[in-house]
């Protein structure tokens, strides 16, 4: 992980952040710290502005209000250090279906300059197992090989903070196992992580801190040890129906 | 300095590759180019008409409707599998991004250009060969100004549902100048007049390459930008 300019121990500290669509509130004044080498899943029904959460924190979109520093620096000013800081795995794998491996990553090494791409490269592949399909094209992985080359591209620049939004969607068991052992790695390798999933056993088991996310607003935000875990997935249920109810759907 | 510049390489080593396998973009182009050059053929009666005088604006509309599939396909490319939010996330300059596919649009253009010319040559019964320097450099110009508003606007249509009819109704009318330009170029070509005479049209188009481009620069940060 490179040398943060900032040593202060908070690797993102938001206030009062809000983004809005319109009449829509995506995000509505939230506040949170998350320290260096700390897991944060936060859960959410459909809609609740989890990944606009996330957009926002990467840089990728702009808050309407409030503020987020993430790895010492303030989101809103675009700092090209800031996301040499950060690494994204979202529902899209931003991979080039038509390239190998190998060529998406020497790419994306190119892009953040590092000094050997093809080494680096090698290496992330040879972390989430896809060594051996290199040479082929990204076109003809499935699922979970997509979602493991994601996160080979995510760390490929050795970020000490990463954003995974919804990783286990679409992934069968054995590729959910799979993710989950490179996650619990990339946290006892002190990264910090915020990840957002509908997995209510597999978030809880691996994060430090939960939140829980409602109408763009943290409904609940506390340390894993405080949390009973019956507890909150009943709650987490009853803000999904309660968000069906609000959705026009009739929950079964 | 350096990062931007290998950045920009990246970019244009990508695509390269990219159609080294694929080869989508320049079949299409090609092919393209070819029928509209086809049409122009049959529908012209060249033992009226010049082909010295009709074959500039023919030769253009084929280099500037071909190149227009081209483009539209450039950041459709990065909107797959949401590689563009991938290459927002990298810490790079916005414009290295637009140059990167500024480049890789122009090449890919050019390359088209130069398999059409000689055909235009053999259907059109031109010679352009004893004119190759100076045509060599309108269409360096055109295609230069073509691609550098091309890949602004392909990048702010990209995020439209219709962005395969919004392109072309938003190039063309502000490509005007340039398409006047070359064409006026080219015709003056094939009729054998020398550079000189048509320095007021090189000015022209040189000087809105570089309008287009500075545009380009000011503005592909918001544009690129959710």
New interface residues.
Partial sequence: MSDNPNPSDSAIEVRQLRKEFGVLKAVDGVSFDLKRGEFLSVFGPNGAGKTTLI?IL?????PSSGTARVAGYEVAEGR??M??E???I??????????TPM?NLI??G????LDHPKESALEVLEDVGLAARRHD?VRTFSRGMLQRLSIA?AILHDPSILFLDEPFTGLDIHASNVLKEHLQTLHNNKRTILMTTHDVSCGLEMCDKVALQVMGKFAFFEDIKDVDKENFETMYFDAVRNNQFTMGIRPH | MNLFLSQITAIVWKDVVTELKTRELFSAMFIFALLVILIFIFSVNLSIVKASEVGPGILWVAFLFSGTLGLNRSFVMEKENGCLMGLMLVPADRTAIYFGKLISNFVFLTIMELFILPLFMIFFNIDLLEHLAPLLLVIFLGTLGFCALGTLLSSLASNLKTREIMLPILLYPILVPIIIGVVRMTGQILAGEPLSEMMNWIGLTASFDIIYIGVSIMTIDHILEE
């Fill in positions: 957009k990467a840089g990728l979109t702009r090209s250090e996301r040499r950060i690494g994204v979202s529902h899209s794998s931003a991979l080039y279906a038509d390239l060529e790419f994306f190119k892009m953040y300059g094209r591209r």
